[in-house]
C-alpha cells in the first residue's frame, strides 16, 4: 500500500545502489562524500539534466512524484527519483526563487528486496524514465548474478518472454565489458560506457564464431574498441564479412571499420559485376592477362608471400580446369 504526501527533501536518503551512481561512490571514501559529489555523479548540473531542470523549474516543481520507501527506522529512501530529488537539493542550495523544501512523494513502507526491483526494474527499464543502457545492463546483472534472482522472474518484470533474449545479451555484454574491455583501459574517463552497444552486437553467434575461426578474442575485441577501430557500434555486425576478406581485414586492422567496409563495398560490386560474365570470356581474359605478365610480377608471385593469395588463386583455377577437363577424358 502507497500514499501520495509532500515530503521534506532532509528526510529522504539518495538512493546510493543506483547503478548509475553505485560504482563511482565505491571509490569514494563515505565521510567525503557531498550533495557536490551526488550531483556530479546524477549530471544534474550537466547540458543533458537541461530539459529537466528547466521544466522543473518552470512548473514549480515535479510533475510525477518520486517513489521512497520508507524504513523501520523511520529514514525515508529514494526506490525512483534519485535526479529529481538531487535538482531540488542543487536549486535550494543556488538559491533559485521558489519551494524546494519539500517535494512529491509516493511512499511504500517497509517494501521487500523483490518489490523494490520491481519497482526500479518498471521505472527504468520499460518505463518512461529509462537508464543508460550500461547502467540497465549493470542493474540486471546484479539482480541474476549477485541478488540470484531467477532469470524467469527477472524477464517477467522486464515485459515478459519477448525481452529474454534481450536481457541475456545485456547481461552477457556487461560482463564481457567488465571482464574485457574495463582491465586494458588506463582509468575510468577512458571506459567508455557509450561502447556498450557493440557488446551486446558481440554476443552474436556469427560475431564471436568469426572472432574464433581468425584467431581473435574478446580482448582483441576490446582493444579494437578501445583504440576506435570499430568507429560506430553497429559496424560489429559486419566483422564476421571485413575477416573474411583479406584486404579489408588489413584496412581494418590499420585503419578502422569505416575504411574496411569501402573495400568490402568495392569486392560486392566487382563480384556482382563478374557474375553474368561468361565464364569462356573469363577464361580468355585471365589468358590474356598471365601471358602479358611482367617478369617482375612473375618473380613477384613466385617468391614474395605477399602475393601467395593470388598464387594460390591462380593454382585453384588450374585445379579446377583441370578436374573438368580430366573428368571429360574419363567419360569418354
Not at 152 to 180: F, P, R, W
Not at 282 to 296: D, G, P, V, Y
Request: charged letters at 30%.
Amino acid at each position: 500500500m502507497s500514499v501520495f504526501v509532500e515530503l521534506s527533501i532532509d528526510q529522504i536518503k539518495i538512493d546510493k545502489e543506483n547503478p548509475r551512481i553505485a560504482n563511482y561512490l565505491s571509490i569514494y571514501d563515505p565521510e567525503k562524500v557531498t550533495s557536490d559529489t551526488i550531483a556530479l555523479l546524477l549530471g544534474t548540473k550537466t547540458t543533458s539534466c537541461e530539459s529537466l531542470r528547466e521544466s522543473i523549474r518552470e512548473h514549480g516543481g515535479i510533475i510525477h512524484p518520486i517513489i521512497v520507501n520508507k524504513e523501520p527506522d523511520g529514514t525515508y529512501r529514494v526506490i525512483e527519483g534519485n535526479t529529481r530529488l538531487q535538482i531540488y537539493k542543487d536549486f535550494r542550495d543556488s538559491g533559485v526563487p521558489g519551494n524546494w523544501d519539500s517535494i512529491k512523494a509516493i511512499v511504500y513502507e517497509n517494501l521487500d528486496a523483490e518489490r523494490i526491483h520491481a519497482i526500479r526494474l518498471q521505472a527504468h527499464l520499460v518505463g518512461p524514465r529509462e537508464w543508460d543502457p550500461y547502467s540497465k545492463a549493470k542493474y540486471l546483472n546484479y539482480l541474476y548474478n549477485v541478488e540470484h534472482m531467477p532469470i524467469n522472474v527477472l524477464i517477467s518484470l522486464c515485459g515478459g518472454s519477448s525481452k529474454a533474449s534481450e536481457i541475456k545479451n545485456m547481461i552477457a555484454a556487461y560482463n564481457d565489458m567488465e571482464t574485457y574491455y574495463r582491465p586494458i583501459c588506463d582509468d575510468d574517463m577512458q571506459f567508455d560506457i557509450k561502447k556498450f552497444h557493440g557488446f551486446v552486437e558481440l554476443q552474436s553467434k556469427t560475431v564471436l564464431d568469426a572472432l574464433k575461426m581468425h584467431g581473435f578474442t574478446k580482448t582483441d575485441f576490446s582493444i579494437w574498441i578501445r583504440d576506435e577501430k570499430i568507429s560506430v557500434m553497429q559496424d560489429v555486425r559486419r566483422i564476421p564479412d571485413i575477416l573474411k576478406s583479406k584486404k579489408a581485414k588489413e584496412i581494418f586492422l590499420k585503419e578502422n571499420s569505416t575504411e574496411a567496409k569501402k573495400v568490402l563495398a568495392a569486392e560486392e560490386i566487382t563480384t556482382e559485376k563478374l557474375k553474368d560474365v561468361p565464364y569462356e570470356m573469363l577464361a580468355k581474359e585471365l589468358s590474356k592477362r598471365i601471358m602479358n605478365m611482367t617478369i617482375s610480377e612473375l618473380h613477384h608471385l613466385r617468391d614474395d608471400p605477399v602475393y601467395e593469395d593470388k598464387l594460390n588463386s591462380l593454382r585453384n583455377v588450374c585445379h579446377d580446369i583441370q578436374t573438368i577437363i580430366l573428368s571429360e577424358i574419363d567419360g569418354e
